[in-house]
């Protein structure tokens, strides 16, 4: 039979409520939360194994930081042999180049993480030298490969200018695509924008895990973007054979990180563990810790944040909408992200609701479609029914698509009335009279309303965004670096995150701010950049 205190501690454990848990030193919300999902415990045996488990993780996790802070051992630190002299690098680039050496001559893979292409002549295309600086060191070394580059698709089309590459797309596309790289024996297998493999459960992830490389190199501008699970996932994908083992201990360790204000010291020492894990795979170049060669090379960056007033019929939709939302919200987290996003669309303008196209404007509407060659035999109440869920702009485009809803169409005060597009207004022309050959870049996500707006304007530009074919957007970037009377360039913040090089754009203006900080940042620097033209 258990002693008495055995007895008791099975107990509790077995019917402790969480609150009641976390009254334990150092036993902290979450991990509260886990040990009630462990139960049922029926027997002391119970306990004792899966505590057993959560202190394994715990070891797991201090073995790697172990054998991570041997490797990056500072004596071992020697410079590499340097580039052949026909390529003079600057000693800024060297410092990339002579660590990518040194991990290369203790058989690691790594994580080149500069910012913005600073360091671009490592980053498969750089414009000071037509060719791949690493890659040919190791050619100097004797080392012929082959190798493959991976890009995504956004960028294949400049990147194939300098370089035989492969988009993500291509190489896992098809069972003959993967099946042909798994059987190549690749030395090396460079991945640009690596970030995109920060889901260690992805299909991507684990195709692309498969391919037959030596080694991996992952250049990125933002190595970590929400969390440090998703860097974890990109050290087990660079040194697999590392991490293999250990991956599921890694992922209920680094996922279970609470808020700075809720941390013991068990969750302090783990965002240590990680660091010490990282450091010896991660190489992080920031403008703000660059030599002072390439900052003279880069002029001031300016940044300023333009608050605006809704405009007065805005602010009434948006009053409504709020009180509206609040009475109808339960308060559940993934509730109020939704209503967050509801008022961030209104926020920017308000036809990304449905607000104008009443109820009685879509019966009518409905009606008349019927009057179209394409839609004589459907069902009003069901067309009715489909543009119930479409937002105002999205029915006023439909308006101007078929004849016999012309009239329904909204007018130009209406889709100009946004606090945002009056403040755009003003900033399009200040710019335009300051500087006459100013170049402008616009990073947006309600793309259409400001086409609308940039023709009211007159003012001449490019979009690109996702839906853009891949084959268009090179001569769309080349047309606006070389076209003078082009003023604008719109694009949404995702596609302008992928490696896009608009070289003679000086102004970002982040019209729609991104949740994650990291993906404006990104975009920031496409005008920010050693090699800008302006």
């Not at 939360?33 to 004792?48: A, G, H, P, Y």
């Not at 004596?75 to 600057?90: A, Y």
């Not at 965002?271 to 001031?300: C, D, N, W, Y």
């Not at 920017?348 to 449905?354: A, C, P």
Request: net charge neutral; glycine share 4%; charged share 25%.
């Amino acid at each position: 039979t258990l002693s008495k205190l055995k007895s008791e501690i099975l107990s509790f454990f077995q019917n402790a409520s969480v609150d009641e848990l976390t009254l334990i030193a150092g036993c902290s919300l979450k991990k509260a939360q886990k040990i009630t999902e462990l139960r049922s415990f029926k027997t002391w045996k119970n306990v004792v194994r899966e505590l057993r488990i959560l202190l394994f993780e715990r070891e797991v996790v201090k073995g790697l930081m172990s054998k991570c802070e041997e490797i990056s051992d500072p004596g071992s630190m020697s410079q590499p042999q340097i580039l052949t002299s026909t390529f003079q690098l600057k000693p800024y680039q060297l410092i990339g180049l002579n660590w990518l050496a040194l991990l290369h001559q203790n058989k690691l893979s790594e994580i080149l993480a500069d910012e913005m292409d600073t360091f671009s002549s490592f980053r498969v295309w750089g414009r000071p030298f037509k060719s791949i600086s690493f890659l040919a060191h190791l050619y100097q070394e004797e080392n012929h490969g082959p190798h493959l580059i991976i890009v995504p698709a956004s960028t294949l089309v400049n990147v194939k200018r300098w370089s035989l590459v492969h988009s993500y797309n291509l190489a896992i596309g098809n069972n003959s695509d993967r099946s042909l790289f798994c059987k190549l024996k690749l030395e090396y297998a460079v991945f640009d924008e690596g970030h995109l493999l920060k889901n260690m459960n992805s299909l991507r992830y684990r195709h692309l895990m498969a391919i037959n490389a030596k080694y991996r190199l992952l250049l990125t501008g933002t190595p970590l973007q929400n969390n440090l699970l998703e860097l974890m996932s990109l050290l087990n994908f660079i040194m697999h054979n590392m991490f293999s083992s250990s991956t599921s201990q890694i992922s209920k360790m680094f996922s279970m990180v609470e808020p700075a204000h809720e941390q013991s010291s068990f969750e302090r020492d783990r965002i240590t563990h990680g660091k010490l894990i990282m450091k010896p795979f991660i190489l992080r170049l920031v403008k703000s810790e660059m030599h002072l060669h390439v900052l003279k090379q880069l002029s001031a960056k300016e940044e300023q944040v333009e608050f605006c007033a809704m405009s007065e019929k805005q602010q009434e939709l948006y009053s409504a909408l709020f009180h509206k939302l609040k009475r109808s919200s339960n308060g559940e987290k993934r509730e109020l992200t939704n209503v967050m996003m509801q008022l961030r669309k209104l926020s920017n303008h308000s036809l990304l609701h449905r607000q104008y196209y009443i109820t009685e404007k879509l019966k009518a509407t409905s009606r008349l479609m019927l009057e179209e060659p394409s839609h004589l035999d459907a069902d009003p109440a069901l067309i009715k029914e489909d543009m119930e869920v479409l937002s105002d702009f999205e029915l006023h485009r439909l308006c101007q698509q078929y004849s016999a809803l012309q009239e329904y169409q909204l007018d130009t005060d209406i889709l100009l009335d946004s606090g945002k597009l009056g403040l755009l207004a003003q900033l399009l022309n200040s710019l335009k009279e300051k500087v006459g050959e100013n170049r402008f870049l616009q990073f947006k996500m309600m793309l259409d309303i400001l086409e609308v707006f940039l023709r009211h304007h007159k003012h001449r530009y490019n979009r690109l965004d996702g839906s853009t074919p891949m084959s268009d957007r090179i001569e769309l970037i080349d047309q606006f670096n070389t076209d003078q009377d082009i003023f604008v360039f719109l694009l949404s913040t995702r596609a302008g995150g992928l490696g896009i090089n608009l070289t003679s754009a000086n102004v970002v203006i982040i019209h729609d701010i991104d949740c994650n900080p990291y993906n404006d940042k990104q975009t920031e620097g496409r005008c920010h950049r050693v090699g800008q033209t302006r």
